[in-house]
């Protein structure tokens, strides 16, 4: 292992400022922390900075200041790191068609452990945990392309957890799901036993499955509370382009 820490957080994001090769400044000094286990929602407006932060994450961008931690190792843009910080960080894209190309759902699941060099029985366990978390395991044989779409996210969640990260990341997890699907995806993820960061405009959502949410907006972190503390502000979600569904109250 290369300079594992052990720690109690799986993200400490500190002061990262990122600026666009064309000079746009994206993030102005972000912190955040996320301890292991937690659930935390990561909301705002249409270009607050939140794919830019979420790419911070697994090194696909780098700080123009600050630093980020996946579970106590810097992320940092030599190769041996890199490949570590991307099994850490399980990013779950809005398109699960961006993760799903092999012939069946099982290929996919084991895609991911196999080219870290897991073979055989231990390769088969991870893909059997992995499909049996997200409620998948009798669809193993199929072709992702006919499944349906709540399904193929659900498959994408698997080939992210078979990798047994230190943090899920989830680009909008409730985009395109039925009702049904909806909440039997959020029933999943309030069963899994990792960290989870979720990126959404879902607001009832953000509250069912997480009790903290963080706020971006301007490429600035501009609340960071209880999910029902925040969602209960109306001036602060008013602030920040934010809106609940008519009707909708939040709920202890
Ligand atoms: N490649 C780029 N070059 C320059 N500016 C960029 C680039 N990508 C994003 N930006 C800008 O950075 C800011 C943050 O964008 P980002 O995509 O991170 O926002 P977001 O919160 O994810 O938005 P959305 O909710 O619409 O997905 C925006 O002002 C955007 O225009």
Redesign the pocket.
Known sequence: MIGVVQTALSLDVRGVRYA???G?V?LHGVDLTVPRGDRVALL??????????VLHLNGILTPTEGSVRVGGLAVTPDRATLAEVRRRVGIVFQDPDDQLFLPTVAEDVAFGPANLGLRGAELAVRVDEALAAVGMSEHRARAPQHLSFGQRRRVAVATVLAMHPEILVLDEPSSNLDPAARRELAEILRGLPVTLLMVT?DLPYAAELCDRSVI?DG?RIVADAPTLDLLGNETLLARHRLELPYGFTPQP
């Open positions: 666009y090769p064309d746009h994206a705002g407006p249409n270009g607050a900075g939140k794919t830019t932060l405009h971006l490429g």
